[in-house]
């Protein structure tokens, strides 16, 4: 990746039986895949939103 190059990030969360999941990645603008993580989402009664909010604040977390 070159200085000043946009990179895309995408995220997503989910919720079965009360247990929250999250994943995400950076891409080039060509679609190449430069990096992906996933894992869990803890909280008490977990939604599908609190799921989604750990992948985007797990990927700020990393540029930021």
Not at 23 to 50: D, E, H
Request: proline share 3%.
């Amino acid at each position: 990746i070159q200085a000043h190059e946009a990179i895309y990030s995408a995220s997503d969360g989910f919720v079965k039986n009360n247990q929250g999941s999250f994943g995400w990645l950076l891409s080039s603008p060509n679609g190449t895949v430069i990096l992906r993580c996933l894992g869990p989402a803890f909280g008490m009664c977990m939604k599908l939103y609190c799921a989604e909010g750990y992948g985007v604040l797990s990927v700020l977390r990393l540029i930021y």
